[in-house]
Structures are given as C-alpha cells and as structure tokens.
C-alpha cells in the first residue's frame, strides 16, 4: 500500500508533466507520466476517465486516488455525493477487492460448524494477532455460522510455528480456540507433519490480505479488521 506521506511528497513536486499531454491526454499518457514518481517499484494497474469532475482513476493493487486530465494533480481521499452522500471510492475499491468464494482453497483453512452452518465466511488470522484474538471471541458467541479459517502467518516465526502445531493436532480447530480464546498452547507437532503455510501466505499475497483478520463473505465482499457482532451480522444479512 502506497504511503500517504510518499503520495503528499509527490503531490508536493506537482508532477510538471503538462507538456506531456498537450497532444493526447489520454490515460497512457497518464501512467507514463506518473508512475515513475510514484518510488521504485510502484506499478500503476490502470488509469480510468470517471463519470465525475473531469477525474482519472488511477489503481495500484487494492488502492485507488485521483488525477487530473493533465495530470498535474494528485488527489487523494474519497468521492462522495454530496446529495446522497454515496461514497464512490468505496464502491470502487469493495469492486475492485471483490472474489470468487468459490476458488478459494478451502482445504487449506480449518473449518468449524457452529448451529446449522448455512452462513458461511472464510477469514485469514495469524495467531499472534490480538485483533484476531477479539475477533475470535466474536466469533465465540455466534451461531449458525461456518468459519473456514486461513491461518496466515504475517506476524513472526513464531506465527508459523504455533499454526504449524495446530494445523497437526487431533482437532485443529479446538486447538486454535484454546489458543486464540483461552491462551492455551498448542501441544508441539510432530517432524513428519506438513501445513499448507507456503499455499495461504500465497494465496494471501495474491487476494491483498495485508492485515489480519481479513474476513470473506459469499458474495466475494470483505471487511478488513476485527468487526463486532452487531456488524457482522447484519452483513450476514445483507447477503442473498
């Protein structure tokens, strides 16, 4: 994720690029312009006129700010109406971090069946993260959910270690609520077991999961951060 206080820098130098779209204006002309300003190795996915103010989208991965047509400008934050107060960025952004549910590899991830089971998320936890710890005692509470849970070691060593010892154990997913709800240590796993750790870092990095927990629901939405109950489940409603 780009750092604000890189893109106020760039904002800073104002990009003194108009020349470059006196003949075309067009979005390749954008990028080719911007991009090398924004750090090494910072690429721009795309560049898009919006139906609004005369602004171009630029996206770099998950994130999403704004340019001018001439591209003098960089304007960062979000779009709103200010009749409806519809936010367009964050419509933007929930598109374009939307996934197929369904391709997800769910024989990676721990799975638990509390009631009926008919609602269904996936979320990605490191064991060490507190957030997570929360979040799991949310989860504690619920009923008629099934949580499929990808532990996604971000955190230390030590996160692979200790989801290593609960992806071995009898019941993996008792294992990781004594851990993550009753601070009990996973019992040490044996040498000849394997976690698919290197599969969910992978696929981790691949779905922009920067922070845990990161919750998936059905209709391929999600919400970052460890969410209340009131909050998940009314999104458990929303969803058909």
């Not at 106020?8 to 080719?32: D, S």
């Not at 630029?58 to 001439?70: E, L, N």
């Not at 400008?73 to 009749?83: A, D």
């Not at 099934?146 to 008792?174: G, H, P, Q």
Request: positive net charge; proline residues 3%; contains cysteine.
């Amino acid at each position: 994720m780009i750092k604000l206080n890189k893109l106020a820098a760039v904002l800073a130098l104002g990009l003194a690029a108009a020349g470059a779209f006196a003949q075309t204006g067009t979005e390749a002309a954008i990028k080719k312009a911007i991009e090398p300003r924004l750090g090494e190795g910072v690429k721009i996915d795309s560049v898009t006129k919006t139906p609004y103010a005369g602004l171009y989208e630029i996206r770099i991965g998950g994130d999403i700010f704004y340019t001018d047509a001439k591209g003098e400008y960089l304007f960062l934050g979000r779009v709103v109406n200010s009749k409806t107060f519809e936010d367009y960025t964050k419509a933007r952004t929930d598109e374009i971090n939307r996934i197929k549910f369904s391709d997800l590899p769910l024989d990676a991830a721990m799975k638990q069946v509390k009631g009926n089971g008919k609602r269904v998320i996936a979320v990605f936890e490191d064991p060490n993260c507190g957030y997570c710890k929360r979040f799991r005692q949310t989860l504690n509470e619920m009923d008629n959910v099934t949580v499929y849970t990808f532990m996604y070691n971000i955190l230390s060593e030590d996160s692979v270690t200790k989801s290593r010892n609960i992806w071995c154990s009898a019941d993996r997913a008792r294992a990781w609520d004594d851990w993550m709800i009753r601070g009990k240590q996973p019992e040490a796993a044996a040498a000849s077991c394997t976690t698919p750790h290197e599969k969910v870092f992978a696929l981790g990095q691949r779905l922009r999961v920067t922070g845990t927990p990161t919750i998936f629901f059905t209709d391929g939405s999600r919400i970052p951060g460890a969410v209340d109950a009131k909050t998940l489940e009314s999104k458990l409603a929303s969803i058909k």
